[in-house]
């Protein structure tokens, strides 16, 4: 196979593999826009468990203290009835302050009712409101969740198919070359062959020497860019800028050493293992 075909190849490769990386990013994001509404849910249960106890708590109370101005309107009423049948001062002044105590508690026991009624009410009304947004709730996450199942399954059939293409379009090239191309595309927003025009590489824009340059012009492999890893072919540059860099002094892959390895401590990973080892890989299909 033809270099020229081989780039061809791998352009055509580069295309598909971008496409299906993309979706499968997608199909990794798809369940995120649910999370939030499921936390939001849960959030929202929890409340509504919370303010039940609350609720529970507040209808005792009320209870209570319906039952405590209950007695206490009974003791005043049983003291009113025994005033007829008094008949000194002493027995007059104690059921006297009898029916005052037993008033006092009556209007002390009502005063709390009538908070409490109002606190219960309150609370009621909030456990509605929280049932009804859990309801909605859960009929949203409900469709959604066959909505997002339906794009999930559509999207992966999809990968699928891109699979079946890249193995069309990659035919004849090496493997290891293709391993290392695609996780250049995961690493390099989708771009892993570039050309070189002039001197310099268009995917990092680094400067390489003329004599690496050469050997890329020359096509009879497949080079790496020994500073960001994407596979090297030759463009003619501008006239400008070959006059730019017409004056640039020949150099070696040697020259490139010390760079390559800061490129790896920077992050370049197993991009840029083995140094000049992996910049030029022999295309094992070239017959």
């Known amino acids: 196979m033809l270099m020229e ?7 055509e490769y580069q295309g598909i593999l971008t496409k ?5 990013r997608e199909v990794n994001e798809i369940p995120k826009a649910l999370d ?8 929202v249960k929890k409340s509504f468990a919370e303010k039940n106890e609350a609720f529970q708590a507040a209808e005792a109370k009320v209870r209570e203290l319906r039952q405590q101005l209950a007695d206490a309107e009974s003791a005043r009423e049983a003291a009113e009835k025994q005033m007829d049948a008094i008949s000194t001062q002493r027995e007059y002044e104690a059921l006297n302050k009898e029916i005052r105590d037993a008033t006092d508690q009556e209007h002390g026991f009502r005063k709390d009712l009538q908070r409490e009624e109002h606190s219960l ?4 009304e909030s456990l509605r409101r929280d049932e009804s947004m859990i309801q909605l709730q859960e009929t949203e996450i409900a469709e959604k969740s066959a909505k997002i199942s339906n794009e ?22 090496d493997k290891d070359v293709l391993f290392k191309f695609e996780r250049i595309i995961r690493s390099k927003q989708g771009i892993g062959i570039v050309p070189v025009k002039g001197y310099v590489c268009t995917g990092c824009y680094m400067i390489l020497p003329a004599q690496f340059v050469n050997e890329v012009r020359s096509g009879n492999r497949i080079i790496f860019c020994p500073y960001c890893s994407r596979v090297l072919y030759y463009q003619e540059a501008e006239e400008q800028s070959e006059q730019i860099f017409a004056d640039i002094e020949s150099g070696s892959l040697s020259d490139l050493e010390d760079y ?4 790896e401590e920077e992050g370049y990973d197993e991009d840029s293992e083995d ?4 910049s030029s890989l022999d295309d094992s299909s070239e017959e």
């Open 5 to 11: 075909e081989v780039f061809e190849r791998l352009r």
């Open 20 to 24: 299906r990386v993309d979706i499968e």
């Open 36 to 43: 939030a509404q499921m936390e939001l849910l849960s959030r």
């Open 121 to 124: 009410a309150e609370i009621e």
């Open 152 to 173: 999930k399954e559509q999207k992966l059939a999809e990968i699928e198919h891109l699979k079946t293409d890249e193995a069309k379009s990659s035919a004849g090239i």
């Open 260 to 263: 390559s390895e800061e490129g």
């Open 275 to 278: 140094g000049e080892k992996e």
